[in-house]
């Protein structure tokens, strides 16, 4: 009895980001290990809980796939980008791989709504939230980066930077749950 209820190209697009979400998790992994080597372990740790975090999001993509009746296929990752130079750099980095993530999220939307597969367009609604959050996170590191003095932050103010991320929430406040009392 046939069971699929995702179209082969709504699946292979699923697929396609369960793949995507992997390899974020690689490069986050990636880019913990170059900051716990150069004695960043706070941002390890930060960068540490980001991996898991994307590797969360290729398991619901997983799951998703295999509860709508369609075949998950695992693929090989793409190898990480190149170590940051910088903790400036590793950051302008983050915030561009979470910008091209939500790009290929956008697009799997666009696909659900064509398809008019409302239950997978409803599904990935928790993605668009997600990463509105991540490049608030990345756009909100970037700007204490900047201010800590950029690429020419000193030691002791990456060192506070260092600190503060060890106990940084994994997440950010949102635009629309703002409120006159609270903005």
Known sequence: MKTNRLSD????????????EAHASQIYLSYASWADNDGYSGIA????????????HMMKLFEYILKRGAKVKVTA????????VSV?????????????????????????????DWATWNFLQWFVKEQTE??????SLLDKIKIAGGEKA???TLYLFDKDLENTPDDARLAQEATTANP
């Open 88 to 116: 400036n750099n590793c950051f302008e980095k983050v915030f561009e791989h979470e910008v091209s993530n939500t790009k290929a999220i956008y697009n799997l939307v666009k696909l659900s709504h064509t398809e008019e």
């Open 154 to 156: 000193t030691i002791d």
């Open 77 to 84: 990752i793409p190898a990480p980008t190149a170590d940051p």
């Open 9 to 20: 190209k709504l699946a292979a697009a699923l697929n396609d980001q369960m793949t995507k």
């Open 134 to 139: 991540e490049e608030n996170l990345a756009i």
């Open 45 to 56: 740790n930060f960068l540490f809980r980001h991996a898991a975090e994307e590797r969360n």
